[in-house]
């Protein structure tokens, strides 16, 4: 598994890490295979909608391309997923800024609207799934596997539906940190200083973003309250624990963020990663502060390669796609009908790190509370 620059929003085999950029040019390509049987692909609801999965394979093959944006090769898994999609389909998968943010996805869509540089797909935090969906930017689409994904974790109108996820977890160089923080009040102890980070700007970044509400958690605030996450961040940056450095595998392996806030199946495939470069990297799932989240597939309504965006949802809502995310350490939103139907990897299930109860989720009304209050008060919580 090779390590390159997390996208601030899971991790690979032993895969070369590679983006393709997309092309400079800004004119819409030639729609050759968008519709079957007079049915357009653009608009095409499911698979059986469009005449049938022959049918969307052989449009998409037509297509031959698939523009993605903001798909690290070692971010669950992803490097398998689209070495495996371009196997089985021969359709050229494009990653753009495959280290960039939810928002820098989302301003992709809106600046390149009609333009064939355009996201064909989006892998966006919950919040940012809300908020491209709120927007009008999402094409409505049910995966063959639609009715398997858990009822909370899909827009009624599958616009969205979450992918795979994963829980806040502390990563820590144990070699470079006497003794590794495994709680959020952890954190707080003046041993740390100038070495705690988050994965990017929670105003910008899922993964930073789910930090903070973990946190919030941890500090007597709820899915409601957000605002203590806030106070926690503002109290270790006081403290001089708290670095601005986002946290990378490169920032990791320079010392500069020697404990990291990020995803349980991030720092988990670092733990593997940085074993043969002499890192002891040790992850805890925080007690105190136990946050569980999904991020979520989106199809951009005016995607240049409409019949590939939607083979693309299939393969990863597939069995083989979710196995995949599973061998990245992160947990595949079908799991649990996966473990039921006996199509589960049960090797891969059994290496997650080990958290108890049961995961809740916020609401879409919550989520829209939380990114404001975010918005408004990170930069005062961290300036100075």
Not at 257 to 271: C, E, F, Q, R, V
Not at 330 to 347: I, N, Q, S, V, Y
Request: include cysteine; charged fraction near 20%.
């Amino acid at each position: 598994m090779s390590v390159s620059l997390p996208r601030t929003a899971v991790l690979s085999g032993s895969l070369a890490v590679a983006a393709l950029a997309l092309s400079a040019c800004g004119a819409a390509p030639d729609n050759v295979s968008t519709t079957a049987g007079g049915k357009s692909a653009a608009t095409a609801t499911s698979a059986a909608g469009f005449g049938g999965m022959d049918k969307l394979v052989a449009a998409a093959k037509k297509e031959g391309t698939l523009h993605a944006i903001a798909l690290p090769r070692d971010w669950a898994n992803y490097g398998a997923l689209i070495d495996g999609f371009q196997k089985k389909y021969g359709i050229k998968v494009q990653v753009e800024n495959p280290d960039g943010t939810s928002q820098d996805e989302i301003n992709a869509v809106t600046s390149r609207k009609g333009q064939g540089r355009a996201p064909d797909v989006l892998d966006l935090g919950s919040s940012f799934a809300l908020s491209a969906a709120q927007q009008g930017l999402l094409a409505p689409y049910k995966v063959t596997s639609f009715a398997d994904v858990p009822a909370g974790q899909k827009d009624p109108e599958a616009r969205w539906y979450n992918d795979y996820g994963g829980y806040i977890s502390i990563g820590c160089d144990a070699k470079r940190v006497k003794t590794c923080p495994t709680t959020f009040k952890d954190l707080l102890k003046p041993q740390y200083k100038g070495q705690v980070a988050l994965n990017g700007n929670p105003t910008k970044s899922g993964s930073a973003f789910a930090g903070v509400w973990a946190a919030a958690l941890a500090s007597g605030g709820s899915f409601d309250d957000i605002q203590p996450g806030l106070d926690f961040f503002a109290r270790l940056k006081k403290s001089g624990n708290y670095t601005p450095v986002e946290s990378t595998p490169a920032t990791v392996e320079k010392g500069e963020t020697p404990i990291s806030i990020d995803w349980d199946y991030l720092n988990a495939g670092y733990a593997d990663e940085f074993k043969s470069k002499g890192l002891d990297w040790k992850v805890a799932v925080p007690s105190d502060g136990q946050f569980a989240q999904y991020y979520s597939q989106a199809i951009n309504k005016d995607a240049p390669h409409p019949a590939a965006a939607r083979l693309w949802e299939e393969y990863l809502y597939s069995a083989e796609g979710q196995n995949l995310w599973l061998e990245g350490y992160a947990r595949p939103a079908l799991m649990a009908g996966m473990e039921k139907a006996g199509t589960l990897d049960k090797t891969a299930a059994a290496k997650l790190p080990k958290v108890s109860g049961t995961p809740s989720f916020p609401t879409e009304a919550q989520q829209d509370k939380a990114k404001t209050v975010i918005a408004q008060g990170w930069g005062k919580a961290v300036s100075g």
